[in-house]
């Protein structure tokens, strides 16, 4: 049974890690997977468990974190090996750094600027489509990611939370307005004509390395509507989850029978208050996670492997092969 189980599993994982890719190239291919950290091969037995987990719910609440898109070429913080503080000192800018000081917002806005085309432009991968296909068949309840690349709203989920909000807007600090990042590009762009600066590095959430003297020259822009500053739609490090996003979550929490943490280390509280509170529910909790995480005590069942290599490997419903 299980070396049949291996079988599938291991060929419709190949199948849909090519046909949600743009390119048949294999270089291409093998640089979405320059951010991952190493992994043991998967083991039969805890893909069972994990079938059995997800079979036996019938109203699903996943979590996910950025080893759910580090399979799309976007570097996560804390991958062994691969994640930015194991290869770089830099860190990301904070949030009362962004309020108070105008040259750490130009620094970011400039190394935002070199980084969005690319950050823009990464698809979901399997991982991200495999969730949303349990979800249009009616086994995922909630998703709630602490990501802010977009990726989850790309493969047509509905029924998300951005917990840390969403890099592809922008929301005025004075007035409230949000816009489309896309749309302050070309704001920057007319601002800044000529200025185009080569990257030392990519780092995560659409952000590059450049020097001070680098940026020291690029300029931006205020609100349109009331002048005030702007800042990306997302939650910063140092700042805290709106309330009432919280609030929400929580409810649909309830709602679940059980919960599955994808691709997060669980290491920021924002997201492992949700564990919390499902332990304290009694609720099976599934973590597929390279690495240790906060909660390996509440798990159930755990996997130490890519996302995209196990989730499609998982039948959303009841029917098994045998």
Not at 42 to 60: C, G, I, M, N, P
Not at 150 to 169: I, N, W
Request: hydrophobic share 40%; proline share 4%; net charge positive.
């Amino acid at each position: 049974m299980r070396f049949l189980f291996k079988l599938r599993a291991a060929g419709e994982c190949r199948l849909l890690t090519v046909n949600s890719r743009n390119s048949s190239s294999a270089a291409e291919a093998v640089s979405t997977l320059a951010f991952v950290p190493a992994s043991a091969p998967l083991d039969t037995t805890e893909l069972e468990d994990l079938q059995d987990f997800v079979s036996r719910s019938k109203r699903l609440f996943v979590i996910t974190g950025a080893g759910v898109s580090t399979e799309s070429g976007i570097p996560d913080y804390r991958s062994e090996g691969v994640g930015l503080y194991t290869r770089t000192e830099r860190r990301p800018v904070q949030h009362t750094d962004f309020l108070k000081s105008a040259k750490a917002r130009q620094r970011y806005w400039a190394r935002n600027f070199v980084g969005w085309p690319q950050f823009s432009s990464h698809h979901p991968n399997c991982a991200h489509l495999t969730l949303s296909k349990w979800e249009r068949l009616g086994k995922l309840h909630w998703l709630v990611t602490q990501n802010v690349d977009a990726l989850h709203s790309k493969a047509g989920h509905q029924r998300v939370t951005e917990l840390h909000g969403c890099a592809h807007r922008v929301v005025c600090l004075g007035c409230g307005a949000l816009t489309a990042r896309s749309e302050l590009q070309h704001r920057f762009t007319s601002l800044n004509p000529g200025w185009s600066q080569e990257a030392g590095g990519v780092a995560p959430d659409g952000d590059v390395f450049l020097t001070d003297e680098q940026v020291q020259h690029f300029r931006v822009p205020g609100c349109e509507g009331c002048g005030a500053v702007l800042k990306p739609d997302v939650t910063f490090f140092g700042d805290t989850v709106d309330r009432d996003k919280v609030r929400y979550v929580h409810k649909r929490l309830v709602e679940a029978d059980a919960l599955l943490v994808a691709g997060s280390s669980l290491q920021v509280y924002s997201g492992y208050r949700f564990l919390l509170a499902a332990h304290e529910k009694k609720l099976p909790i599934a973590i597929v996670n390279i690495g240790l995480t906060r909660a390996e005590h509440m798990a159930w069942v755990r996997l130490s492997a890519r996302c995209g290599e196990v989730l499609p490997c998982i039948l959303p419903l009841s029917q098994r092969y045998y």
